[in-house]
């Protein structure tokens, strides 16, 4: 199974049975990607369009659920919304999705509700068959990681320092180490890089 981790430095999960992970980091959160101020750069955004309707499965974090959910379920009905902005509602509220919390009761939008060990779930999901995961969320991408879960990595770098947030790869055991797949340059002065974990 694969699973991409995407999110800004969020974690993915690609086909199952094939026993792999993609994460995907965006130098922020995946809010940061797929929420209005991505839509200002319009080919990054196709990027993640076509990214996201290549997912089979969205697993997220509480934090990262409430942003999502709080405008891709009407994201298509949005004054001045885009084409890609509307297949992208589209396709977020009719991707199943698994969100891990401790702390909320409800998740709508095709989504079920894990209040248990994230890491233990992924891992299952990972060994049924299956296509593509997605794993979204600084927390629980960083506990996929250090599970030894993600076999790819997609890294998007915006010319912007924050100098703060949760950051994606803290407290890793030891090096995790890379294959370059690919490198891609957007407008603005954004790039891309994908890594696959080397076995």
């Not at 401790?102 to 894990?114: C, E, G, M």
């Not at 600084?138 to 506990?143: C, F, I, N, Q, Y």
């Not at 890793?172 to 696959?196: A, H, I, M, S």
Request: with cysteine; proline share 6%.
């Amino acid at each position: 199974m694969r699973i991409p981790l995407t999110a800004s430095l969020a974690p993915c999960i690609r086909e199952r049975a094939v026993s792999s992970f993609r994460l995907s980091t965006i130098a922020r959160s995946l809010s940061t990607i797929v929420t209005p101020s991505l839509t200002r750069d319009r080919e990054l955004f196709q990027w993640w369009l076509e990214q996201e309707l290549a997912i089979d499965l969205l697993l997220y974090g509480r934090k990262l659920w409430e942003t999502m959910s709080s405008h891709w379920p009407t994201g298509d009905q949005q004054p001045g919304a885009t084409p890609a902005q509307i297949e992208f509602a589209r396709n977020w509220r009719d991707t199943p999705k698994v969100v891990f919390s401790s702390t909320i009761d409800k998740v709508d939008w095709n989504a079920r509700l894990v209040a248990g060990d994230a890491v233990a779930e992924i891992t299952r999901l990972k060994a049924e068959d299956g296509g593509p995961m997605r794993v979204a969320g600084a927390t629980l991408g960083r506990a996929a990681m250090r599970a030894g879960l993600v076999d790819e990595y997609t890294i998007v770098t915006h010319p912007v320092l924050v100098g703060g947030g949760t950051p994606f790869f803290a407290a890793l055991d030891g090096w995790v180490n890379l294959n370059l797949v690919e490198t891609r340059t957007f407008p603005r002065g954004v790039v891309l890089t994908r890594y696959e974990t080397r076995r």
